[in-house]
């Protein structure tokens, strides 16, 4: 891996980590495109680092409340009196799933299902889903229901979006992706399902990115990739990153996810078509 390469990876991971488009799918393809080496799984764990900075920059309001009232919970032994504190109990819970399920199928995660034919139908089944999810919000808008808010929000669906968040572990699915789907169908904004997805991420990205970092720091720091060109990856993901936030945040406020839809089913077809065309291998 050389400067150029760790720039654009970098800019991948910032731009695709929270658009509904899957990070690691584009990671994987566009190295493929490009005739460079895989990645691997430890490296796009490591540069995650990088979009976990920009949440934590982003929402350190937020994130610094939920932690006061959490922590003051804990002391006072009423952990679920303030709403802040329950919300930091919610991220918890909300994290065991995928927590789990990384454990159980990581030999899988890291080898077999990064295929790009698994890459591409997670593009297109979990596109299919999404949309799936924007009906099901259609229909309750035109029965004037009121959406739930990150205030509003209980036990079951904080489970069911962190089981959807454990989808994410299948390269392709998108962990925006998935968590915004599972906050459009238990009833969640736009808005507030993407808002609660970046919160949910950041126990679960961090806890991988710094596992992958000890567990393959030798391999990281070979000649193959460089500690150099990992630090740049993950600052230039960190950048694109926070600006990501912001603009889905905003676009989200006005409009639905049919355009991320749209996106996912044309690439997971481009991507079939140039495997099985000899175009791209499927490795």
Known sequence: MNFLQATVLGIIQGLTEFLPISSTAHLRIIPALFGWSD??????????????????????????????????????????????????????????????CGLLFKDSIETTLRSIYVI?????VLALVLMWAEMVTKRRAARNEKLKTVETLGWWDVILVGM??????????SRSGTTIT??????????????????????????AGVYEMVK????????DVGMVNLIIATVVSGIVGYLSIAFLLNYLRKHT?????????VVGVVLI???AGGVIPNL
Do not use: C, H
């Not at 906050?183 to 950041?202: I, K, P, Q």
């Open 257 to 265: 996810t049919y355009l991320f839809i749209i996106y996912r089913l």
């Open 216 to 223: 393959e720091r030798e391999a990281l720091m070979s000649t």
């Open 39 to 100: 990645p691997g799984a430890a490296f796009t764990a490591v540069i995650q680092i990088g979009t976990l900075v920009a949440v934590l920059l982003y929402f350190a309001k937020d994130i610094l409340v939920i932690s006061k009232a959490f922590v003051r919970g804990v002391v006072t032994l009423k952990p679920f009196e303030e709403r802040n504190s329950q919300l930091g109990w919610m991220i918890g819970v909300g994290t065991i799933p995928i927590v789990a």
């Open 273 to 275: 078509g140039l495997v």
């Open 120 to 124: 591409a139908a997670s593009m297109i």
């Open 164 to 173: 959807a968040q454990a989808v994410a572990l299948i390269p392709g699915s």
């Open 182 to 207: 599972g906050g459009l169908f238990v009833g969640m904004n736009r808005e507030t399902a993407a808002r609660f997805s970046f919160l949910l991420s950041l126990p679960s990205v961090f806890a």
